[in-house]
Structures are given as structure tokens and as C-alpha cells.
């Protein structure tokens, strides 16, 4: 399909008899209950790696027993997944590009699917590992293009909140399997851990089913030059006409500056150019890379996945033994966790995104220093004191909670809400594929690092990664609240340094 000229273009702007300098108002912060239904539909494939999370704490220990795998093989085995994503989130950009954001959704969906099935049939290691690479590659496409999606179908003024819906749901997978894990643990080998990693197939289902009554996004289907279609659904997606109006004409602006840049820079979306503006920036291009980038790596340079995959062992290791209760105590981080998500993402939209994020990563820097300690103090004991073992449980839960307030949710909503719409899908496949490896980097070395320096070490070093993240976040991440999709390129134009 022909993306459409400036020429255009321009007509449609004629054609609205709105102003391209208008400065519109979007509303007030009521939530449409189109949008709003077509986000918790899209955000909710990220349950299928919230579940995954969640469900391999436990069910990772029955398959290390059953298949008689060595503790490298459980780190490969986990963390696979998450390198594996990359696949998928760096294919999401141009997918999304060319199918749309509504059916890429349905391909994560029906590629996490398959991936579950064959986990959940799986005879040996090598036939587990296979279904752990297909899942992974669904995971990646769904991690890009739900919060992209919902960013682009959002109105300014509820667009945080609808943004961090993604991690949200993450969250609520993590509490699923959480569950599932206390649930099937007192099934027989293999039996649980089989129902554990295969019931994940059921919202991949669900999920692909619900697809079908979402909209499209919007912006895509200006990029493409449908106009009439992106109207109608801006019209379900607005309070008015006239603010749809508006924010079509905004879109087309957008739509019309990237096509007039010069040939070397823009390639009318398809990608041919991303990758050369990526490679040679504009200085607000370099910054919003760096902005984004450095989201993702610290989001997941954190280890709160790989705390999340372990947590049994981390529990094991400060003196909790029976795997009944290690599995309890999770399911008590798994309310914490998206009860806090849930509070991060009513606040995103009222207080920003910096301040939040900047409260998050403290609070995580001074919750793993205190689980640091707890874990150094537990190693030296022999009869592993009951106030040790509290103040573990506690700074778990608290880094979480700091987690789920920050860095959990701001990361999706930042990353599909800096790009401009030329780069926004593929910038925001090129971020969360960062994201993805740094993820599986940690997951696959965590337990051989925290084995040579121990956990309480190890936590020191997440705590330091905070602290330098923290700063990070301070002197480069400006804030985006109330700015529409086209006007926070404007942000990163500002010569101020302390805007940034």
C-alpha cells in the first residue's frame, strides 16, 4: 500500500478548516470507554509474560528435579526467553509498520500460543528449550507493540495512565503464576510443572480472539494515507468531533514534516531510513535514544526480573525452606506488586513521569541495600534469626513495590511516547530490544554470579546500579505529561540543560 505524498497531505488539512499552528486543548482527564476498552484489550498479551515470570519461580524447581538439569541449564532455561525476545520486539517495528499494530498483536498472541504448547508437551530439555525460543519471540512481539499501540490510540491528557496498562498486566500474569504455582504444587511430577508452563496458552487465546473488535491505530492508518478510516475511529477514540478534528490535523502535521525532511533522513516509514537517522542522528534524535535506551537498560540492569525468576531460592538461601511457603510469600509480593503498578499509573498522569520514576529507583536503591544486608547478616548465622529473615521478606516486597512505581510502568509509557511517528515503532523496537537482552543477560548470570560473590553481594551491586540510575534519569529523561505524541519531539529540542 503507497503511503501517501505531501500534497496530499495537505489537503487533508485544507479539507478539516483546522489551522496547522493551532494550539488545541484535548480535553479533561475522563476516561473514553472505547480507548479505554481497546488498551486493556492490547495490554493484555503482556500477561502472557507476566505469567511466564511468575509461573517458572516454581515451576523451574519441579522441572530441575524431574529433567535432572544442572543449575546452569535452570539459568539458560530462564533467561532464554528473554534473549529470545529480541527476535521478536526488533521484527515488532517493521511488522507493525506493514500489517498494523492490530494484527501484530494477534501474531504475538498466536506465536506465544504455540510456544506454550510445546512447553507444556515437552518430553526432554531440548524440546522445552524450543517451546522456551517460540514463546520468546512472541514475548518480544507483544512487549513492543502493546505500548505503542496504546499510545497511539490514547488522548493526551489519560495517555500515561492508559500506557502503563502493559505493566499493569505484566503484574497481574506475575500474581497468576504466581498463584498457579501454590495451586499445582501438590500435583505429582510432571503433571505440575506441565499445567504450570502450558496454562499459559489460554489468554494468548483469549487475547487473539479479542483483537478483532480493536480499532486500528490511528496514526498508522494516517501513515498509510487511509484518512477517512483514522477519522472514524479518532471520532470513537475522542469526546467530540472537533477535538477529533483537531487531533487528526495534528497527525497530519506530524505525518507532513516527516515526509518533507530530506530523503537521506526519512524513507516514508517503511524503515529504509530509520536505521540511517539511528545510526547518524539530529541532536534530538541522539537524545531521545539515549533517553529511551537508557529507560530500558536500567529497567531491567535492576534484576528485578531475575529477583522475580529466583525468589525461591533467595527465600531458600535466608533460611525458608518448605517450598509450601516459599510459594505463599511470592504470592504476597504479587499482590504488593500490582497494587503499587496499579497506584503508579492512576498518579502518572496527575504528578508526571520524572517524579515518579525518580522516587521508584531511591526506594530501590535503599530497599536492595537493605536486603543486602539482611542476606550478608543471614549467611554469617547458623540459627538464621526470625528479624533477619523479616527484614528480607520486607526489603523483597519493598524493592518491588519502588519497582512497580517507577521504572515498571514509566518504562513502556516513555519509550512509546518519545519517538516521533516516523521512528515510533521501530525506535521503540530498537529500546525494548535492549530492554530484552539486558533482561536475559542478567537471568542467565544471576545465580552464577550470586554463587561467587552470594546474594547479599549481589544485591549491593543492583543497589549501585540505582544509585546511578537514579542520577541518570535526573539529568536526561525531561518530562512528557500533558504533551501530545507530536509535541514532545519539541521537548527534545530544548537547549536547557535542565529540562534534561
Not at 502472557?48 to 539459568?75: F, H, N, P, R, W
Not at 541495600?369 to 547458623?382: D, E, I, P, T, V
Amino acid at each position: 500500500m503507497k503511503f501517501c505524498s505531501p500534497q496530499e497531505l495537505d489537503k487533508q488539512q485544507d479539507h478539516y478548516h483546522l489551522l496547522p499552528d493551532s494550539d488545541p486543548k484535548h480535553g479533561g482527564t475522563r476516561f473514553n470507554k472505547y480507548v479505554l476498552a481497546a488498551a486493556i484489550l492490547a495490554s493484555t498479551n503482556s500477561v502472557l509474560l507476566g505469567y511466564d515470570i511468575g509461573v517458572m519461580s516454581g515451576a523451574v524447581l519441579y522441572i530441575k528435579d524431574d529433567l535432572k538439569i544442572t543449575s546452569t541449564q535452570q539459568e539458560i532455561l530462564v533467561g532464554c526467553l528473554n534473549l529470545c525476545s529480541l527476535i521478536g520486539s526488533l521484527a515488532a517495528g517493521k511488522t507493525s509498520d506493514s500489517i498494523g499494530r492490530r494484527f501484530t498483536i494477534v501474531l504475538a498472541s498466536a506465536t506465544f500460543f504455540v510456544g506454550a504448547v510445546l512447553m507444556g508437551l515437552a518430553p526432554s530439555f531440548p524440546f522445552l528449550m524450543a517451546g522456551r525460543v517460540v514463546a520468546g519471540i512472541g514475548v518480544g512481539y507483544s512487549l513492543m507493540i502493546g505500548p505503542v499501540y496504546t499510545a497511539e490510540i490514547s488522548p493526551t491528557m489519560t495517555r500515561g495512565f492508559l500506557s502503563s496498562l502493559p505493566e499493569v498486566f505484566i503484574n497481574v500474569g506475575i500474581l497468576l503464576g504466581y498463584v498457579s504455582n501454590f495451586i499445582l504444587s501438590g500435583l505429582p511430577q510432571p503433571l505440575n510443572w506441565r499445567l504450570m508452563v502450558g496454562l499459559a496458552a489460554l489468554p494468548a487465546t483469549a487475547v487473539a480472539l479479542g483483537v478483532i473488535v480493536m480499532p486500528e491505530s490511528p496514526r498508522w492508518l494516517v501513515m498509510k494515507g487511509r484518512f477517512d478510516e483514522a477519522r472514524r475511529v479518532l471520532i470513537d477514540t475522542s469526546d467530540s468531533e472537533a477535538e477529533a478534528d483537531t487531533r487528526l490535523v495534528e497527525m497530519l502535521n506530524a505525518a507532513e514534516a516527516s515526509e518533507r525532511e530530506p530523503p537521506s533522513s526519512s524513507s516514508k516509514w517503511h524503515g529504509q531510513g530509520v536505521w540511517n537517522e539511528f545510526l547518524s542522528p539530529t541532536r534530538p534524535i541522539r537524545r531521545i535514544l539515549i533517553a529511551a535506551i537508557g529507560v530500558n537498560f536500567f529497567m531491567q540492569a535492576s534484576g528485578n526480573d531475575a529477583i522475580v525468576y529466583y525468589s525461591p531460592q533467595v527465600f531458600k538461601d535466608a533460611g525458608i525452606r518448605n517450598r509450601k511457603q516459599q510459594f505463599g510469600i511470592t504470592i504476597i509480593m504479587g499482590i504488593v506488586k500490582t497494587f503499587f503498578v496499579f497506584v503508579s499509573a492512576l498518579f502518572l498522569d496527575h504528578h508526571g513521569r520524572r517524579p515518579l520514576l525518580l522516587l521508584g529507583t531511591t526506594g530501590m536503591a535503599i530497599s536492595l541495600a537493605c536486603l543486602g544486608l539482611g542476606s550478608k547478616y543471614l549467611q554469617q548465622c547458623n540459627d538464621k534469626p526470625v528479624w533477619a529473615i523479616a527484614l528480607c521478606v520486607v526489603a523483597v516486597c519493598a524493592d518491588f513495590s519502588f519497582f512497580s512505581i517507577g521504572l515498571g510502568p514509566i518504562t513502556w509509557v516513555y519509550s512509546s511516547e518519545i519517538f516521533p511517528m516516523r521512528l515510533r515503532a521501530q525506535g521503540s523496537s530498537l529500546a525494548i530490544s535492549v530492554n530484552r537482552v539486558v533482561s536475559g543477560i542478567v537471568s542467565m548470570t544471576f545465580l552464577s554470579i550470586s554463587e561467587t560473590i552470594t546474594f547479599g553481594g549481589m544485591f549491593f551491586v543492583l543497589s549501585g546500579i540505582m544509585v546511578v540510575g537514579t542520577v541518570f534519569f535526573y539529568m536526561f529523561l525531561p518530562e512528557t505529561k500533558g504533551k501530545s505524541l507530536e509535541e514532545i519531539e519539541t521537548i527534545f529540542e530544548d537547549k536547557h540543560p535542565q529540562t534534561l
